[in-house]
């Protein structure tokens, strides 16, 4: 079988093609790779989760110094200039090691990669590099463009996408920020750290959806508090229009049951309203394939076309890096068992997110169940919820905002699901990624860490969760 990979850059693409490339010359007869990315490396590493860190690195430096009131003098001010170098520096080592991976698969008989744009002229049959292949399975892993919102005067002013914000070497004094999910949960606090005065337009009355309402109401605490961020709530976008002054101004309608809020004037408006599936330029057209909300199932693929495979953030089911490399992984794993005529397997994940909110200084994690989703699954629970200031060591490391809970079965002590938003969350979340994936009896979880670290806000969960298990049996 011939298997065509359009996207082998992007983070499932090359999943897909490494997982496939120790069949070719078994069951596979020829692996063609496709992806006409410039330098190449994927949305991640070139403009997404990786290089974001390097900018949020320096933003949670100077955090640190400003914020402990043990120091003193003038708080640092970010290099901007020296920012983006570094990050550069670092990306283009990144994207060169993706590549150079790819072409070493090319190097292989009967793997082929092709730097060329490719474009559907039929189901199944690509034209790429003045060819036309007719293939037995075509991988989609294309990835995702900025989604920009549809509203009155959005092509008459200027705006920063998550992409424009990475390579900025100067910011404006004020911002008005659009979409709080992810991306803007991440940038906003570099934005503010860089000397940027920010109002945030929030659709709900807290952010953090996947979240317990709690984490939302602390995530909020601690950008007004710690990161001098001003939020607009329950508010809608109702259309933009540029000031005379050459700034913007964004006029907003309220949610159910609350006011219209008066507009909002700033120099810049930064716009993080997500990420749609890149897929305008394949020529779909031509095929029977017709994308929209919900089009691709859990096996990876649309509705009748099961040759055809859709991964990553190309599919719009759950755009995160990891997510679409194992993606990548289980869509070679159903080529192979659908050409050997076995059924496929739907990709099925435990919930786990690790968002760089705070700068980094204070993200969040999430690990399987929250309390509410564990009930509506059938599960008796006990929970337990812990403050960081609970624990001397946030105090003391001047790290005292957040929270974290954990989620139990109340009747044989399995860990279903674990939050936290505090300083040292994100490295926390492997832990309990073992707990939840391994299903780990909380009663048989060392309630000891090691004296004074921050895992210790762990032990108070696991302690508490496991008297609660034994007073229900």
């Known amino acids: 079988m011939h298997v065509v990979v359009i996207g082998a850059y992007g983070s499932a693409g090359a999943a897909t093609a490494q997982e496939l490339a120790p069949h070719v010359g078994k069951r596979i007869s020829k692996l063609t790779l496709v992806d006409d990315g410039d330098p190449g490396g994927g949305l991640c590493i070139l403009e997404g989760c ?8 320096a933003a949670a430096h100077r955090h640190h110094g400003r ?13 901007l200039a020296e920012t983006v170098e570094q990050k550069n520096d670092r990306t283009r080592g990144w994207a060169g090691h993706r590549r150079d991976s790819i072409h070493e698969l090319a190097e292989q008989d009967d793997v082929e990669f092709i730097h060329e744009p490719a474009t559907f002229v039929g189901d199944r049959v690509v034209e790429v590099d003045d060819r036309t292949i007719e293939a037995d399975y075509v991988v989609v892993a294309t990835g995702s463009n900025p989604n920009i919102p549809d509203l009155p005067g959005m092509d008459e002013v200027d705006f920063y996408t998550s992409k424009d914000t990475l390579h900025a070497t100067d910011f404006p004094d ?61 508010a809608y976008e109702e259309g933009v229009e540029q000031t005379r002054n050459g700034g913007v101004r964004v006029h907003l309608t309220g949610g159910a049951n609350v006011e219209d809020p008066d507009p909002i004037e700033a120099d810049e408006l930064f716009c993080f309203t997500g990420r749609t599936p890149n897929l305008d330029r394949l020529g779909l057209e031509n095929t029977s394939l017709e994308p929209e909300e919900g089009w691709i199932d859990a096996t990876m693929r649309p509705p009748n076309a ?45 919930h786990h997110h690790v968002i760089f909110t705070g700068a980094g200084v204070y993200p969040f994690a999430r690990l399987g169940h929250t309390p509410r989703s564990a009930i509506e699954t059938g599960h008796s629970i006990v929970t337990a919820t812990r403050n960081a200031d609970d624990d001397g060591v946030f ?40 707990a939840v994936e391994m299903e780990l009896d909380v009663r048989e979880i060392p309630d000891r860490a090691y004296h004074p670290t921050t895992p210790e806000i762990l032990d108070g969960l696991i302690r508490e969760c496991a008297a609660d298990v034994e007073r229900e049996e």
């Open 67 to 79: 914020a402990d009131d043990r120091l003193t003098g003038e708080p640092h001010e970010i290099d």
């Open 50 to 57: 990786m290089p974001s860190k390097e900018v949020l690195s």
């Open 306 to 350: 099961e040759r055809t495979f859709v991964v990553g953030d190309a599919n719009g089911r759950e755009p995160i890096l990891h997510v679409a490399k194992e993606q990548g992984f289980r869509t070679a794993e159903n080529i192979l068992a659908h050409d050997r005529g076995e059924p496929v397997e739907p990709y099925t994940n435990v």
């Open 395 to 434: 105090k003391s490391k001047q790290v005292p905002h957040g929270l974290a809970r954990l989620v139990v079965d109340a009747d044989d002590g399995t860990v279903l699901g674990w939050q936290g938003l505090h300083y040292h969350a994100d490295v926390m979340a492997k832990t309990l990624q073992l």
């Open 174 to 234: 004020s911002a008005v920020v659009m979409g709080f999910g992810y991306v803007g949960t991440e940038m906003v606090p570099y934005l503010a750290e860089a000397g940027v005065d920010v109002t945030v337009i929030e659709h709900d009355e807290r952010p953090l959806d996947e979240a317990d309402p709690e984490f939302g109401d602390e995530l909020m605490t601690i950008y007004e508090e710690e990161f001098g961020v001003d939020f607009v709530t329950e």
